[in-house]
């Protein structure tokens, strides 16, 4: 190799190693990791966009809110919930949309508690978010009183569901005057089929 060439063997930075960004001097320096080498696809755009990943969002604010944490201790997630196993032995074994109503009811009535507390809970968030700020349609604020409220709607419709398969088994209309269990009387016969009155 002659004096005057130069070596390209060796690298004198990452492989992946990117132009300076003219955004650089304004982003975060946890975006200096996301390039195309072991990140996964959020992250590649987060490197591309500027913008930050959910994980970095979580992150930084667990950081900000490193006081809040300490002095509140919280219990190891998840939290309780019921087990559902029992309900999913039964529903495997029922034979009839009856069967199944009365699973799911009893799902929804062993459930009820904790899911009203999960929505008392995103109500009372609602309040800490945008303190000063209006309310619009794509606020964080009305967006967690649609998860609030999304929570109770979920489990009316359950419920509907249970009440209207009880009530196509149960309560199908009548006529008037019929019992449950009664066969409706026989239609007066036709007049047009009739025997015709004697002649005079």
């Known amino acids: 190799m002659s004096p005057s060439t130069t070596s390209t063997s060796k690298t004198t930075g990452p492989r992946n190693a990117r132009a300076p960004n003219r955004k650089a001097s304004t982003l975060n320096p946890d975006f200096e990791l996301y390039d195309n080498a072991g990140r996964d696809a959020e992250q590649i755009h987060s490197h591309a966009t500027g913008s930050a990943t959910v994980a970095d969002l979580d992150r930084w604010a667990r950081r900000d809110a490193a006081g809040l944490l300490a002095r ?12 559902l196993r029992p309900y999913l032995k039964a529903l495997d074994e029922a034979a009839t949309p009856v069967d199944a109503a009365v699973v799911t009811s009893a799902v929804l009535s062993a459930s009820e508690a904790f899911v009203g ?48 398969t009880l009530r196509q088994e149960y309560d199908t209309p009548a ?11 026989a239609p007066p016969p036709n007049p047009a089929s009739g025997p015709t009155a004697p002649r005079r």
């Open 175 to 185: 006529r008037p005057g019929v019992h449950p269990g009664q066969k409706p009387p």
């Open 117 to 164: 507390a999960l929505s008392d809970y995103l109500l009372a968030a609602s309040h800490c978010y945008e303190h000063n700020a209006p309310s619009s349609a794509d606020s964080p604020r009305t967006a967690a009183w649609r998860a609030a409220s999304g929570l109770l709607a979920s489990m009316g419709e359950a419920a509907r569901a249970v009440e209207t």
């Open 72 to 83: 509140h201790r919280f219990p190891e997630p998840p939290l309780d919930a019921p087990d």
